[in-house]
């Protein structure tokens, strides 16, 4: 099993990135994005079932990121716009196979390596 993510760079404040990730080896019923900056814990972003259509997102994000899935592609998407400073991380994406949707890292099995995103001031 092996998660790829990838879509992360750097840009300026109030802009916009795609992150993708690609699961290999099985399916999942819930994916999620999590990220950690320096000196911090690795935190919730946004999470999203099967279904596409019961996502949960970290509050810092909402109205700015749009989580989304292709279950034909077994991928996850993270539309990031507006992008601030703060959110200047690197960023996981994970997948469990547990039927409810979590936001604590601790539940989720599957990791993949990280892709860094920088947002400049």
């Known amino acids: 099993v092996q998660l790829q993510a990838s879509g992360g760079g750097l840009v300026q404040a109030g802009g916009s990135l795609s992150l993708s990730c690609a699961a290999s080896?099985?399916?999942?019923?819930?994916m999620a994005w999590f990220r950690q900056a320096p000196g911090k814990e690795r935190e919730f972003v946004a999470a999203?079932?099967?279904?596409?259509?019961?996502?949960h997102y970290t509050e810092s994000a909402k109205g700015r990121f749009t989580i989304s899935r292709d279950n034909a592609k077994n991928t996850v998407y993270l539309q990031m716009n507006n992008l601030k400073p703060e959110d200047t991380a690197v960023y996981y994406c994970?997948?469990?196979?547990?039927?409810?949707?979590?936001?604590?890292?601790?539940?989720?099995?599957?990791w993949g390596q990280g892709t860094q995103v920088t947002v400049s001031s």
């Open positions: 994970a997948a469990e196979t547990a039927t409810v949707v979590h936001t604590t890292k601790y539940t989720y099995d599957y």
């Open positions: 080896g099985r399916t999942f019923n819930v």
């Open positions: 999203i079932a099967w279904g596409g259509t019961l996502t």
